[in-house]
């Protein structure tokens, strides 16, 4: 007999989907479990799996169009299954009663916004209630205790309710705001036949459906909403090409726009560069006596456990040295103008990480991570240089990528946009992940000396101090003014000695107060 396959609920909140690839045709003989297509959520790409043995007879959609859940999505001529007699109620769904505005009420859900993160605190909203949204427009800023992250609305319409206020903690899968849906009215209360099997069906999808969510797109399909993906057709653009902003690697129209017009990488450094709206979120304070109390949570609260584990675990020791930059700061006055020009920002630590960069393949010992238990140590051939950064939302420590592959210049120009991003508290899970070794520059804000604390699970950590001039002696026995910097390592001490720590910073302090000797050396 004939029946259709009804598209069951495929994630909390998930109204449609993209049909990304059929995996069978019509005609063809499907055996229960078998994956039918491939489904394209706001989410994850999600295999929708058959539920009975049978025959393909119509497909209802053809790869690229949009598909309702709750919809029939193909008809099959199952073999041999007949429904079970059961009351009309059992064996049938009421679609929703038409509005006779031709508008719906929607709840938008809050969806994933990092690996194992279920809250975030609400920093600003960039809306208000009785606002009209468009399509992926920013509704609100959130910080979770990882990075501020900025959340895109869904659909086009108009914001009927806010759920939270400023500063409360919202659950992620839980409604953040309801919608007033244009153009989404149904036609009279209709009911549509469905087979009573139709809650096997669902179960089995939805588990596939959250074996997937928690997993980026993968086989090469870029993650974005049907909207987006719509927008790309039009254009006649690859998405996987397509350099995504968001978080873990996520497409916007923006960036299809970007794309489109020949700048493959310039969505991605506008989210960068986008000045922020959201500044951090007041907190509750309980005022007595002349006495406030007042919550430690987010990144502020990630970083004190961090710290606390730091320091606990690891025998720190510190070593501190002078370095003389005069030639170093006369090379970059040399440079930076004509390097500007390019809209290149050439500070002095694009050297400094180069220079890190060089000593490590003679130490790579700094360049590694120790286990828990201190059993086995792994050597990273990859360069991942830390920057501390303060920025408004508490302590970030970023990192730039394969320094040992960059040149001085392509670590200049990364290390503006991830700086800029950090200290708006805008930089990605994926940038702050994976450094293998920090360096804190201290002496932007003041100081010269510090004791600075590993950031676990690396092995040494640099602070450096502000620039000086002092006098010191010449070759002659001349005073002469000096641009001196006090560097202050700190290394964990169950791998690195003090020895070797010596013996790395005195090569450092050679590629920076002989720059000539760092650009042989890049060679």
């Known amino acids: 007999m004939k029946k259709d396959f009804i598209l069951p609920d495929i994630g909390e909140g998930i109204v449609e989907c993209e049909i990304v690839e059929w995996l069978v045709k019509e005609g063809d003989r499907i055996a229960e479990d078998q994956p039918v297509c491939d489904v394209m959520t706001d989410k994850a790409l999600v295999q929708i799996p058959a539920v009975y043995d049978g025959v393909v007879t119509k497909l209802y959609y053809a790869k690229g169009d949009i598909a309702k859940v709750h919809a029939p999505l193909f008809e099959m001529d199952t073999d041999g299954v007949a429904p079970a007699a059961t009351p009309a109620s059992a064996t049938t769904q009421t679609a929703p009663a038409a509005v006779a505005t031709g508008k719906q009420l929607e709840d938008f859900i809050l969806p994933d916004i990092g690996e194992g993160i279920v809250e975030c605190e609400i920093v600003e909203w960039l809306i208000k209630e009785g606002d009209v949204l468009a399509e992926d427009q920013p509704v609100c800023d959130v910080m979770t205790d990882k990075a501020l992250v900025q959340i895109p609305a869904k659909y086009a319409g108009k914001v009927v309710k806010l759920h939270y206020a400023k500063g409360e903690i919202a659950k992620v899968h839980s409604p953040l705001f309801q919608q007033e849906i244009a153009g989404a009215s149904t036609a009279a209360p209709a009911v549509v036949a469905a087979p009573v099997a139709a809650p096997v069906c669902a179960a089995k999808a939805a588990s596939v459906a959250a074996a997937s969510t928690a997993a980026p797109a993968g086989n090469g399909k870029a993650l974005a909403s049907p909207a987006v993906r719509r927008l790309a057709r039009e254009l006649s653009i690859d998405l996987s090409l397509v350099p995504g902003s968001g978080d873990k690697g996520r497409v916007y129209k923006d960036d299809v726009k970007a794309y489109a017009n020949g700048g493959a990488t310039s969505a991605v450094a506008k989210v960068a560069a986008t000045p922020v709206k959201a500044a951090t979120a007041t907190a509750v304070v309980t005022s007595t006596g002349g006495s406030r109390v007042e919550p430690i949570k987010g990144i502020k609260a990630a970083m004190a456990r961090q710290m606390q584990d730091s320091v606990s675990t690891i025998p720190h020791f510190t070593y501190c040295e002078e370095i003389d930059l005069t030639e170093l700061i006369a090379l970059r006055g040399q440079l930076k103008d004509q390097y500007a020009k ?155 000695d003090g020895g070797t720590i010596a013996r790395f910073t005195n090569l450092w302090k050679s590629y920076l107060e002989q720059p000539s000797s760092m650009l042989l050396s890049m060679v």
């Open 342 to 496: 390019q809209g290149i920002k050439l500070t002095l630590m694009p050297f400094f990480m180069k220079a890190m960069s060089l000593a490590i393949k003679q130490f790579p010992i700094m360049n590694s991570q120790v286990n828990s238990d201190c059993s086995e140590l792994t050597y990273f051939d990859d360069h991942n240089i830390g920057i501390a950064v303060d920025s408004k939302v508490g302590l970030l420590v970023p990192n730039i990528k394969g320094c040992q592959n960059k040149s001085i210049v392509q670590i200049a120009q990364e290390l503006t946009k991830l700086t800029d991003a950090a200290r708006e508290g805008r930089v990605s899970p994926a940038e702050l992940k994976g450094g293998t070794i920090t360096i804190s520059n201290i002496g932007a804000i003041g100081g010269t000396v510090a004791t600075p604390i590993i950031n676990k699970p690396e092995v040494a950590i640099v602070a450096l101090g502000k620039t000086q001039l002092l006098p010191r002696f010449n070759a002659k026995g001349e005073v002469e003014g000096r641009s001196l910097m006090q560097i202050s390592w700190s290394g964990d001490h169950r791998v690195i």
